[in-house]
């Protein structure tokens, strides 16, 4: 069974700095494509970052660019989200979501609420 377990959300002030985590059960990587989304109350769900297993190549969302950093640690399975120069907008409940050669699991989410 293919699990994704997503940690690290919690209370921030903004400026401030969260790593994610999103541990991978069931599957190793090697042709995937891990992302994270996130949701906002009253907004539709977007992709935030982006990061392909075979070459480690990433794509970010224009909002988060500079700001964020996707990185996977092949070894543990885990996919991590750095956020720094967090914003209020920033809030949102975040979620990891795995491509394997098309098919797409989704992890449970983890809230980040950014206080200004």
């Known amino acids: 069974e293919v699990q994704l377990q997503a940690s690290g959300g919690g209370l921030v002030q903004a400026g401030g700095s969260l790593r994610l985590s999103c541990a991978v059960s069931g599957l190793t990587f090697g042709n995937s494509a891990i992302a994270w989304f996130r949701q906002a109350p009253g907004k539709e769900r977007e992709g935030v970052a982006c990061?392909?297993?075979?070459?480690?190549?990433?794509v970010y969302s224009d909002s988060v660019k500079g700001r964020f950093t996707i990185a996977s640690d092949n070894a543990k399975n885990t996919v991590y989200l750095q956020m720094n120069s967090l914003k209020s907008e920033d809030t949102a409940v975040y979620y990891c979501?795995?491509?394997?050669?098309?098919?797409?699991?989704w992890g449970q989410g983890t809230q980040v609420t950014v206080s200004s």
């Open positions: 990061i392909v297993s075979d070459n480690d190549d990433t």
């Open positions: 979501n795995a491509d394997f050669g098309g098919h797409v699991y």
